[in-house]
Structures are given as C-alpha cells and as structure tokens.
C-alpha cells in the first residue's frame, strides 16, 4: 500500500516568507509525527497529532510554527517568517493508535527547506 | 527529560555481529523500546520494537535488561548494506525522544 507522502520535497525560499509542508498519513493511521532534522543531526521532535488533536505543543521551536490536522488525514505544518535557522528537512510520521504502549512509526521521505 | 543516550559512531567488518546501546533513563514505563534505521536523504525505517527481556526478528535482535533503562540492539553478520545510522527512540509523556544516532561503518 501506499506509504507517507510529503510535499513538497524541496523547498527553497527567503528568509521572511512563509511557508507551508504537507503530509499525507498512511490510510488508517490515526497518530502522526513531525519531526525536524538539521543537516548532520538527529531527529528532534516537534508535535504530534492523534486524531485531529496535538496533546503538546510545546516541542514546536517558536510561536512562528504551527501544526494542524484534518481529521485522520492529512497534515499541514506552517513555519511563518522564515529564518535562516529553520533550514533542515521536515520529516513526518504516521502510526496506529497506540497499543499498550507500541507505536511503530513509518516516515515519509521529508521536505528539505532552504531558507536564503 | 527523557535522554536516549547512543555512542557517536561504531566501525565494523562484514560478517561481523554489531551491538549498539541506548541509555534510556526515564522513558514512559510502559512503551515499547523501538529502533529505526536511517540512510542518506531518506527517512528513518523501523527496525525492531521490545518491552523487556529478548526480541528477534528476520533481521535484528533487541536486548533489554529488567530495568529498562538501557537496550542493545544487535544485528548478527553485518554487510555493506548496514552502513547507516542507527537510533533509538523512547517516549515520555507526549514527546518523543531519538537518541543522538549511532553512525555505523562496515568495511569490507
């Protein structure tokens, strides 16, 4: 079946603008993940979603992020006057509701985001 | 905070077993402890998931000591294709912790 999409899968734009990232679940997935990962580096996490609703906002860097989800579907994370800080690719994840505690997590392929 | 601790990088030969550790000190007590696996330029890839004790799957093995506060993951006969960076993941409360990856080298 079809895995996690993303777009776009590049991105470059100027510093001020905004932005917007999209991420389609695997169908059936009611978790899904964001995460930023700077070139070099490991994975930071930014929210996730169950359902339409993100329990933690706080892992977003600045109140210049925000994240919104449809229903059980597809995601959308905006980044609002962009700084040169923010490059990096932004990968999504989707999984299952979790289960006692387990909660595979399959990633899209990210959205690299330069910022000029 | 929920730390997931790894060692930078490892060096391995072909054939050879591998085994990396995550210290995990305060993850939820009730999740699975999970692996991913990361080439270049794509997303990470799930390995293999445990709670306790001992799990193996066609291509890993993951220990985990009684008290949780550490795995190993195990992956028997290295080839070339496991050059990657290695990373586990641990929760607590809703955050979600990857350690700082393990970049794993296999030489011919």
């Known amino acids: 079946g079809a895995g996690v999409s993303q777009s776009p899968s590049n991105k470059v734009t100027e510093k001020g603008k905004d932005v917007e990232l999209r991420c389609d679940p695997i169908?059936?997935?009611?978790?899904l993940y964001w995460y930023r990962q700077r070139l070099g580096q490991g994975l930071e996490f930014l929210i996730y979603?169950?359902?339409?609703?993100?329990?933690?906002k706080s892992g977003l860097p600045s109140d210049r992020f925000s994240a919104e989800r449809t229903g059980e579907s597809v995601s959308t994370l905006t980044i609002q006057r962009t700084q040169q800080e923010d490059s990096a690719v932004y990968l999504c994840?989707?999984?299952?509701?979790?289960?006692?505690?387990?909660?595979?997590?399959?990633f899209g392929p990210g959205t690299r985001l330069t910022v000029t | 905070l929920a730390k997931t601790t790894q060692p930078i990088s490892m060096d391995s030969y072909e054939g050879q077993e591998v085994n990396i550790t995550c210290s995990h000190n305060?993850?939820?007590?009730?999740?699975?402890i999970t692996w991913y696996q990361q080439f270049p330029s794509q997303g990470p890839r799930f390995i293999i998931q445990?709670?306790?004790t001992k799990v193996t799957n066609e291509v890993a093995s993951l220990f985990i000591p009684a008290d949780r506060k550490s795995s190993t993951l195990s992956l028997p006969r290295v080839s070339l294709s496991d050059t990657a960076v290695y990373y586990c993941?641990?929760?607590?409360?809703?955050?979600?912790?990857f350690g700082s990856g393990t970049k794993l080298n296999v030489k011919p």
């Open positions: 994840a989707s999984s299952l509701k979790w289960t006692s505690g387990s909660y595979e997590q399959y």
């Open positions: 169908s059936g997935h009611t978790a």
């Open positions: 979603f169950q359902g339409n609703s993100a329990p933690d």
């Open positions: 305060n993850i939820a007590t009730n999740d699975y």
């Open positions: 445990g709670y306790k």
């Open positions: 993941l641990g929760r607590l409360f809703n955050k979600f912790y």
